[in-house]
């Protein structure tokens, strides 16, 4: 059985509908959709295209270096900080 990445739960998982005086409407919680690791991956990959020297096209390697920075980022949310 593969075992896939944690994938951060839903990248926005609440949808507000608000009143202008700020009042709540409704809410809907969502769960499908785009995971966070998929919202991290396509930031990642859009500033590795930004580099002139990638923006000649799509390369194999890109999507999967995406990724795995985008699991870097996740883990990277449950590890506590140090602070200095």
Same mark, same amino acid.
């Given at each position: 059985?593969?075992? @896939? #990445?944690?994938?951060?739960?839903?990248? @926005?998982?609440? /949808? *507000?509908?608000?009143?202008?005086?700020?009042?709540? *409407?409704?809410?809907?919680?969502?769960? *499908?959709?785009?995971?966070?690791?998929?919202? @991290?991956?396509?930031? $990642?990959? =859009?500033?590795?295209? =930004?580099?002139?020297?990638? =923006?000649?096209?799509?390369?194999?390697?890109? /999507?999967?270096?995406?990724?795995?920075? /985008?699991?870097?980022?996740?883990? /990277?949310? $449950?590890? #506590?900080?140090?602070?200095?």
């Amino acid at each position: 059985m593969t075992k @896939f #990445p944690d994938d951060g739960g839903p990248a @926005f998982p609440m /949808a *507000v509908a608000a009143k202008p005086d700020g009042d709540t *409407v409704s809410s809907h919680s969502y769960g *499908v959709g785009m995971s966070l690791r998929d919202w @991290f991956a396509s930031h $990642v990959l =859009a500033g590795m295209l =930004a580099k002139p020297s990638n =923006a000649d096209g799509m390369h194999d390697s890109y /999507a999967e270096d995406a990724y795995r920075y /985008a699991d870097e980022m996740i883990r /990277a949310r $449950v590890i #506590p900080h140090s602070t200095k």
